[in-house]
């Protein structure tokens, strides 16, 4: 008698059956953070059908021995994407996602769509499957893709059990998801781009945080939930506040949100909890934890503050800017600190030296991101970008910080060479005279003399462009500027990110605001081989490793992914 059973599950799962139903186990070797860049490693466990059935129904004709197949129904993955030919087919080029049938890399990549289950020689009632390489080499991930879920099935030909007699469940619902019949593996991480693992790792380091921060906020959290009060440690920063040789970490570590239809009106006490904590926290490591003592605190009286760690006074240490997001709620309750206003100016947190901070704060609110050098003085001035009001007609606009407030210290027209606000906007000692310049890209659409439409391949033209200082001050006049490079891209709808990444400038190495070198070009083999192909004595200035051992440090995912030529070119370099 020949029998089918069919269902479907999810990686690693593991069944408990009621009633007149049996027990199936089917489990992922690594049952919690099932990764894509682990061994894909399945076992299925007849174990408990044994209990019930008598192995001439379970295994049917075929003695002590099934044929259990794992059928992948679909493989679902998406790459973000700034590519026109990738990105045409979507509707106005809005959508920068690209969408990928990682079925059909299995496929291309072992010539079937199933995997077979063999029997294990120590238990007749057990199967597994070992992929040979990582779940990422599989199915042939690469970097910058997104791997988001395969959907199963499993099959046990010429078996004497009918499908009704089973139910499968899951002790996984992080890796496996159970779904009318089939089962969905879900990797956590998704990608195989280096930061995810960075920031797996973080999760498993023991520490004292939370509880710490719970004790801390004791005085503001509501135990009936009034409104929404936020503990989550928000905008990180860890850096060297009092000059101990030790990094503290500085967070916002409370906020709150109403929101405009919160129509309630608060009383007194639930309006002094309108603010934003911020604090400064000593770590020292005991064993393999992290122990948290809380050094420095204050409530500040904003709403969602963002935190950002600079030096303001030029003085080699860290002061604290902080840029308060808008009041969400009604008038009714919205605090007296706000006067008239749903804005709060930034405050400033000057450092002493030592971790203590004095508290001041501008007459505006603006990106602390702008603060910057315009001419090598004690002080940071305001220099960004802005359009007239017709969206058109790009300037740089540099103030100067006049007792805490901010006068027009020049505005630059650069209408005649760029369409769109000016990015990237950030100091660098080009030239090595001890200096800060101005480093900046702008851009230009070329619509071929047509009006604009959104279904035309419409180009891009950037030019990355510096201004020397004269004398230690920065005038970002035409004739004093000059184009670095260029280079032309597809323009498309909604592309609001910055194109530019220094990857190293004459060796330097910096650390606070512009990261020299990039931080994360080892581990990119789009950044390693054509900089390769330019450079082939490159060292990286921190690491001290030359780029062809960067480059055969990469994974071989990460290598296959990249033209045989240039693998051509390092092996015969070599």
Do not use: C
């Given at each position: 008698?020949?029998n089918?059973?069919?269902f479907f599950?999810c990686?690693?799962?593991?069944?408990t059956f009621?009633?007149s139903?049996?027990?199936?186990?089917?489990?992922?070797?690594?049952?919690?953070?099932?990764?894509?860049?682990?061994?894909l490693?399945?076992?299925?466990?007849?174990?408990?059908?044994?209990?019930?059935?008598?192995?001439e129904?379970?295994?049917g004709?075929?003695?002590?021995?099934?044929?259990?197949i794992l059928e992948l129904?679909k493989?679902?993955?998406?790459?973000?994407?700034q590519n026109y030919e990738?990105?045409?087919?979507q509707?106005?080029?809005?959508?920068?996602?690209v969408?990928?049938d990682f079925?059909e890399?299995?496929?291309?990549?072992?010539?079937?769509?199933?995997?077979?289950?063999?029997?294990k020689?120590?238990?007749?009632?057990?199967y597994y499957?070992k992929?040979?390489?990582?779940?990422?080499?599989?199915?042939?991930?690469q970097?910058?893709?997104?791997?988001?879920?395969?959907?199963?099935?499993?099959?046990?030909?010429?078996?004497g059990?009918?499908?009704?007699?089973?139910?499968?469940?899951?002790?996984?619902?992080?890796?496996?998801?159970?779904k009318d019949?089939?089962?969905?593996i879900?990797?956590?991480d998704?990608?195989?781009?280096?930061?995810?693992?960075?920031?797996y790792?973080?999760?498993?380091?023991?520490n004292?945080?939370?509880?710490l921060?719970n004790?801390?906020?004791?005085?503001?959290?509501?135990?009936?939930?009034?409104?929404?009060?936020?503990?989550?440690?928000?905008?990180?920063?860890?850096?060297?506040?009092?000059?101990?040789?030790e990094?503290?970490?500085?967070?916002?570590i409370y906020d709150?949100?109403?929101?405009y239809e919160?129509?309630?009106?608060?009383?007194?006490?639930?309006?002094?909890?309108?603010?934003s904590r911020?604090?400064?926290?000593?770590?020292e490591?005991?064993?393999?934890?992290?122990?948290?003592?809380?050094?420095?605190?204050?409530?500040?009286?904003?709403?969602?503050?963002?935190?950002?760690?600079?030096?303001?006074?030029n003085?080699?240490?860290f002061?604290?800017?902080?840029?308060?997001?808008v009041?969400h709620?009604?008038?009714?309750?919205r605090?007296?600190?706000?006067?008239?206003?749903f804005h709060?100016?930034?405050?400033?947190?000057?450092?002493d030296?030592?971790g203590?901070f004095?508290?001041?704060?501008?007459?505006v609110?603006?990106?602390?991101?702008?603060?910057?050098?315009?001419d090598?003085d004690?002080l940071?001035?305001?220099?960004y970008?802005?359009?007239?009001?017709?969206?058109?007609?790009?300037?740089?606009?540099?103030?100067?910080?006049?007792n805490?407030e901010y006068?027009?210290?020049?505005?630059?027209?650069?209408?005649?060479?760029?369409?769109?606000?000016?990015g990237?906007i950030?100091?660098?000692?080009f030239?090595n005279?001890g200096?800060q310049?101005?480093?900046?890209?702008g851009s230009?659409?070329?619509?071929?003399?047509?009006?604009?439409?959104?279904t035309?391949?419409?180009?891009?033209?950037?030019?990355?462009?510096?201004?020397?200082?004269?004398?230690?001050?920065?005038?970002?006049?035409?004739?004093?500027?000059?184009?670095v490079?260029?280079?032309?891209?597809?323009?498309?709808?909604g592309?609001?990110g910055?194109?530019i990444?220094?990857i190293?400038?004459k060796?330097?190495?910096?650390?606070?605001?512009?990261?020299?070198?990039h931080?994360?070009?080892?581990?990119?083999?789009?950044?390693?081989?054509?900089?390769?192909?330019i450079?082939?004595n490159?060292?990286h200035?921190?690491?001290?490793?030359n780029?062809?051992?960067?480059i055969?440090s990469?994974?071989?995912?990460?290598?296959?992914?990249?033209?045989?030529?240039?693998?051509?070119a390092?092996?015969?370099?070599?």
């Open positions: 008698m020949r089918f059973a069919k599950t990686v690693i799962l593991l069944m009621t009633n139903y049996s027990q199936i186990k089917i489990d992922l070797k690594k049952q919690t953070k099932f990764s894509i860049k682990d061994t490693e399945i076992q299925v466990d007849l174990t408990e059908l044994s209990e019930t059935f008598s192995d129904e379970i295994f004709n075929n003695g002590n021995e099934l044929e259990i129904n493989a679902t993955g998406r790459k973000i994407t990738e990105s045409k087919n509707d106005n080029y809005q959508i920068k996602e969408y990928i079925k890399r299995l496929i291309n990549n072992i010539g079937s769509s199933t995997l077979k289950l063999i029997k020689s120590s238990n007749k009632y057990i499957y992929s040979p390489s990582s779940t990422a080499e599989l199915f042939q991930v970097s910058p893709e997104y791997f988001e879920e395969t959907s199963w099935s499993i099959s046990f030909n010429n078996s059990v009918n499908s009704d007699n089973f139910y499968i469940q899951t002790s996984d619902s992080e890796s496996i998801n159970l019949g089939e089962f969905d879900m990797p956590f998704q990608t195989v781009a280096p930061y995810n693992q960075l920031m790792y973080s999760e498993n380091v023991k004292n945080l939370t509880e921060i004790d801390i906020n004791k005085d503001l959290i509501y135990d009936d939930q009034r409104f929404y009060q936020g503990q989550t440690p928000r905008f990180l920063q860890y850096k060297d506040f009092d000059n101990d040789g990094t503290e970490l500085l967070a916002r709150y949100v109403l929101g919160y129509d309630r009106i608060l009383s007194n006490d639930e309006k002094d909890r309108l603010v911020i604090a400064l926290f000593e770590k490591n005991v064993n393999d934890s992290i122990v948290y003592s809380l050094k420095w605190k204050y409530d500040e009286k904003s709403e969602g503050t963002e935190v950002h760690a600079i030096d303001l006074d003085d080699n240490d002061d604290i800017i902080t840029k308060p997001d009041f709620g009604t008038v009714i309750n605090p007296k600190y706000y006067n008239d206003s709060r100016p930034n405050s400033l947190y000057i450092n030296g030592n203590g004095t508290v001041d704060s501008l007459s609110n603006i990106n602390p991101n702008n603060l910057l050098q315009a090598n004690d940071l001035e305001l220099i970008s802005d359009l007239d009001i017709t969206g058109k007609n790009p300037k740089l606009i540099i103030k100067e910080n006049v805490s006068i027009s210290d020049g505005v630059y027209d650069f209408s005649s060479l760029y369409d769109e606000t000016i990237g950030r100091n660098i000692d030239n005279d200096n310049d101005l480093l900046f890209f230009s659409t070329d619509y071929n003399g047509e009006p604009y439409d959104s035309q391949d419409d180009i891009r033209k950037y030019s990355l462009s510096v201004s020397l200082s004269k004398n230690g001050k920065i005038k970002p006049e035409l004739d004093n500027i000059s184009v490079s260029t280079f032309e891209t597809p323009f498309m709808i592309w609001e910055d194109p990444d220094i190293d400038f060796g330097l190495v910096l650390k606070d605001g512009l990261n020299l070198p931080k994360m070009m080892h581990h990119r083999n789009f950044v390693l081989f054509p900089l390769f192909e450079e082939k490159w060292v200035p921190l690491l001290k490793t780029i062809k051992d960067l055969l990469l994974s071989n995912s990460e290598i296959r992914s990249i033209k045989q030529i240039w693998i051509n390092i092996i015969e370099y070599a």
